[in-house]
């Protein structure tokens, strides 16, 4: 045997390091399928997963987030979703333009006062080269959007499920004064964003 | 006590960290070319540059300009030869005026990042500066016209 595996060019040395590895990789899948929130699922579950996202596709639907997830080149505004006042452009970096870039009037915390700018140090649209439109998007087309590398800000499953953490998103709970809160609280909302992740990110069935 | 670099000078101001900028500048520092409008950021007429950038001073909170250069109308240029107020007095843009400052300070920033601006860019640039005069078509001509005095200066 140690003939046959030398002479296909390795050791017992490298197969055996080669196991560990291969070991240490599916650990690694195994624990991140038990991601927080995954519902213990040990592996994928794509009904447990496409169940989970019907609640974040309410959440990602709502004014709160999809607000600065605009089909056009501008923000929008309100429980109606229109367009920003004042012209307001996304500009590349999406920071808006000129003499109206976000952080002219969003400050990096809520503005005490009813419909007054909200506010948080990263307030933003998605940049101009990866849009991340949530506007207008089915629940089919937004899952696979959300699950793809190239069109999610470049985010892994990990990334993924800490972006769920981020201030900005977490801004959508603290929307200031006469703003409604998103469909699901915050801790419903990790909660079946990791399950959905967790069980695979699958998206639920197309047209 | 809170220090202050507003147009160039160094203050020292008694005032809250959550004061709006604007208040400071009005009321402590005496400066009143900057005016006050809507108070929630809505019409601009507040509009001062802190490190460059148009900000609105009466939702800013002064702690956000600690170690920044605020610059307000007052300190635009030292000679009120910057190419905006050169063509602002030649086209005679101010009707009652009160807006005038922030639609200056808006413009500015316009100008220095964007030196041949189009008809979209000064909508992309000026449309959160509200004048009730309705002074929009010479505000737009005269940022026109200083683009021009800009370039001319730039190549003199």
């Not at chain 1, 769920?164 to 703003?179: C, H, M, N, Q, S």
């Amino acid at each position: 045997m140690n003939k046959n595996i030398q002479r296909c060019g390795i050791s017992i040395q490298t197969m055996g390091v080669m196991m560990v590895l291969l070991g240490v990789i599916s650990l690694g899948l195994f624990s991140f399928d038990r991601a927080p929130g995954g519902g213990g699922a040990a592996g994928k579950d794509s009904a447990a997963s496409v169940r989970a996202f019907a609640e974040v596709y309410k959440v990602l639907k709502s004014p709160r987030c999809m607000n600065c997830h605009p089909s056009g080149d501008q923000p929008l505004q309100g429980e109606d979703s229109h367009v920003h006042t004042m012209n307001v452009q996304r500009g590349e970096d999406g920071k808006g333009l000129y003499a109206l870039k976000c952080s002219n009037c969003h400050q990096s915390k809520n503005v005490p006062g009813l419909h007054t700018p909200p506010g948080n140090p990263k307030w933003q649209l998605p940049p101009a080269d990866m849009k991340m439109v949530f506007q207008g998007k089915d629940a089919h087309e937004l899952a696979k959007q959300i699950m793809d590398y190239n069109q999610n800000g470049h985010k892994n499953k990990a990334q993924l499920i800490e972006h769920a953490r981020d201030t900005l998103v977490k801004a959508a709970w603290r929307p200031g004064e006469g703003r409604k809160l998103p469909p699901l609280s915050y801790p419903a909302f990790l909660k079946a964003w990791d399950a959905w992740i967790g069980n695979g990110g699958y998206a639920p069935g197309g047209h | 006590m809170i220090n202050l670099n507003v147009n160039g000078k160094a203050f020292q101001v008694s005032a809250e960290p959550d004061m709006p900028l604007l208040w400071v500048l009005r009321d402590l520092l005496h400066l009143t070319g900057t005016k006050f409008g809507c108070g929630v950021a809505q019409c601009g007429a507040c509009t001062v540059h802190l490190n460059g950038e148009a900000v609105r001073s009466c939702i800013t909170p002064v702690s956000r300009a600690v170690g920044k250069r605020v610059v307000t109308i007052e300190g635009l240029s030292t000679d009120h030869l910057h190419p905006l107020q050169q063509a602002w007095l030649e086209l005679d843009v101010p009707q009652c005026g009160y807006c005038q400052s922030g639609q200056l300070m808006s413009a500015a920033v316009l100008l220095k990042e964007k030196p041949d601006p189009t008809d979209a860019d000064i909508d992309a640039a000026m449309s959160g500066n509200i004048c009730r005069c309705g002074t929009y078509p010479r505000i737009k001509k005269a940022i026109k016209e200083a683009a021009k005095l800009q370039k001319e200066n730039t190549h003199a």
